[in-house]
């Protein structure tokens, strides 16, 4: 019995925790909202009413442009929906779309999301060529850097946060999106990053050894590289140890969850490795229903 058969035969009987609160999905790079459609109709199957709000903006090419430009934009809708749910939201990000989410979590004080749910989301940035020539398929990740740390690369959502272990001053002088998201570099809005965070009754993390998009894979759960390309996690990183977005405060208060779903290999296991990740924490007795 193959995985996907697997899965539907042991774990879809299982609640997935979204009966009560709408859900935003939110679609990764150089795709659109179609590709989260089978997340979206199995909730709805499995738990009718349930609204699922599947976002269509910035798909395909469009996906590439700045990442503060779709957060911000994305941002204004996902605060519309949250004002007509005053219970509050959940999100599911995939791949650059869980990037996306996070920068509105941060961003949006009005936004009330209870569970946020990075799928395979380069949290920590990317430095692999795999997932580089989904978009750039003639650049080298070696020398990337060169049009990714200009003005011109600040142009691009994979710019945004490209993070060269080896090309370090350079990511911090050029790069407008991930050092601030992460509070790597400090600003006027530093503070209500981390509040607005801290906001959150759940982070879960979702990655996997398998995944031959993200690279690091760990970067998917705040884990990555150091300056010798050997890969730092979680809990070793500046960002969770001097606790920059709250990471450290959610563990130590139980609502941060870290998941690794082997098997993983491409988009069409998405689903499969969410409902693997769900079950995992329904063992763990971690309930995500937000009743």
């Known amino acids: 019995?193959?995985?996907?058969?697997?899965?539907?035969?042991?774990?879809?009987?299982?609640?997935?925790?979204?009966?009560?609160?709408?859900?935003?999905?939110?679609?990764?790079?150089?795709?659109?909202?179609?590709?989260?459609?089978?997340?979206?109709?199995?909730?709805?199957?499995?738990?009718?009413?349930?609204?699922?709000?599947?976002?269509?903006?910035?798909?395909?090419?469009?996906?590439?442009?700045?990442?503060?430009h779709q957060v911000l934009e994305i941002g204004l809708d996902v605060a519309n929906i949250s004002a007509s749910h005053p219970e509050g939201i959940n999100l599911i990000g995939y791949s650059q779309g869980g990037l996306v989410a996070r920068g509105i979590v941060e961003t949006f004080s009005n936004v009330s999301v209870s569970t946020f749910i990075s799928l395979s989301s380069p949290q920590a940035g990317q430095y692999g060529a795999g997932f580089l020539h989904l978009v750039f398929p003639g650049l080298v990740k070696e020398t990337v850097y060169e049009l990714f740390y200009s003005k011109v690369g600040q142009h691009t959502s994979v710019g945004n946060y490209w993070n060269d272990p080896y090309h370090q001053p350079l990511y911090e002088t050029y790069c407008m999106f991930l050092p601030y998201l992460n509070n790597h570099k400090q600003s006027k809005k530093s503070e209500e990053f981390k509040a607005n965070m801290l906001r959150l009754k759940r982070l879960v993390l979702i990655g996997g050894p398998d995944d031959d998009v993200i690279t690091p894979w760990q970067s998917s759960q705040f884990g990555y590289y150091n300056a010798n390309e050997t890969v730092i996690e979680l809990r070793n990183q500046e960002i969770y140890k001097d606790d920059k977005i709250g990471l450290k405060s959610l563990d130590e208060s139980g609502r941060l969850h870290v998941l690794s779903v082997p098997g993983w290999k491409n988009m069409s296991?998405?689903?499969?490795?969410?409902?693997?990740?769900?079950?995992?924490?329904?063992?763990?007795?971690?309930n995500i229903n937000m009743t």
């Open 269 to 286: 296991k998405m689903f499969a490795v969410l409902q693997i990740a769900l079950t995992q924490l329904s063992q763990l007795k971690i």
């Open 1 to 68: 019995m193959n995985l996907v058969k697997a899965l539907l035969f042991n774990v879809l009987s299982l609640s997935i925790g979204f009966a009560y609160k709408p859900v935003v999905l939110m679609h990764g790079i150089m795709t659109g909202s179609g590709s989260m459609e089978i997340i979206k109709h199995r909730i709805e199957e499995k738990h009718p009413g349930t609204v699922v709000y599947n976002v269509n903006r910035f798909e395909s090419w469009s996906s590439l442009e700045s990442m503060w």
